[in-house]
């Protein structure tokens, strides 16, 4: 258990359908994070935000639709998804973005998109 | 960012000591190195982190060489919950503070 939590931990979804990603951290962090892994890749950062504030959104295509409404929560929105968007989505935080922190990562939502 | 060379995998017997080495040689003096493993399916747990000293906590002991172009975790009693893949990362924070995941290196504990 490390104070971050993800749901759903599993979603199966339609090309056309929209869906939502929650994630919730009880440690008081400032800093929450998207990752996805995909089948035999390394974990990919999405987004980043801190107070709050998104600071990094590392080219991801627009129907990924993030949202922080306070530093505890995190949703990632989806719409019209692609089959290979079908992965691991992680959440992590941490105390802040700055230099030497470490990150709690939740369980993660496994995405299939048919 | 410096870039670290880990092997694919490895082997380790359950109960002995399992050191995992990690080549950074391009890193810098104010770079970190931090390892991270991953459990099948679940999300990346962080286990230790250092700059110049070697360190321990009560996971494992991470050894830097003098001149920090590599490093070694040591997981002292592997035990089959250790079976994971176990990601070495330089980090440097400021503005550059992400973390960087590679492939790692996949350690296998057998009974």
């Known amino acids: 258990e490390t104070g971050v939590t993800q749901t759903p931990r599993h979603l199966v979804m339609g090309m056309t359908n929209k869906k939502s990603l929650k994630c919730e951290q009880h440690l008081g962090h400032n800093a929450m994070y998207w990752y996805k892994q995909s089948a035999k890749k390394p974990l990919e950062l999405m987004f980043v935000?801190?107070?709050?504030?998104?600071?990094e959104n590392n080219s991801v295509p627009s129907r990924f639709s993030p949202e922080c409404p306070n530093s505890s929560h995190l949703f990632l929105h989806l719409h019209t998804l692609q089959p290979e968007d079908s992965a691991l989505y992680l959440c992590?935080?941490?105390?802040?973005?700055?230099?030497?922190?470490?990150?709690?990562f939740g369980p993660g939502t496994r995405l299939t998109v048919l | 960012d410096a870039k670290t060379t880990q092997p694919t995998s490895m082997d380790c017997a359950e109960g002995r000591a399992a050191n995992l080495p990690c080549n950074h040689s391009?890193?810098?003096?104010?770079?970190?190195v931090y390892w991270y493993r991953q459990i099948h399916s679940q999300g990346p747990q962080y286990i230790i982190h250092?700059?110049?000293n070697n360190e321990t906590n009560e996971m494992a002991s991470l050894i830097i060489t003098e001149d920090r172009k590599s490093s070694t975790l040591i997981l002292p009693h592997a035990t089959l919950r250790d079976t994971a893949v176990y990601y070495c990362?330089?980090?440097?924070?400021?503005?550059?503070?992400?973390?960087?995941f590679g492939k790692g290196t996949l350690l296998t504990v057998n009974p």
């Open positions: 992590a935080s941490s105390q802040d973005q700055r230099e030497g922190r470490e990150q709690f």
């Open positions: 990362i330089v980090y440097s924070g400021g503005s550059n503070y992400k973390l960087t």
């Open positions: 391009t890193i810098s003096g104010n770079e970190y």
């Open positions: 935000y801190n107070f709050k504030e998104q600071t």
């Open positions: 250092g700059l110049k």
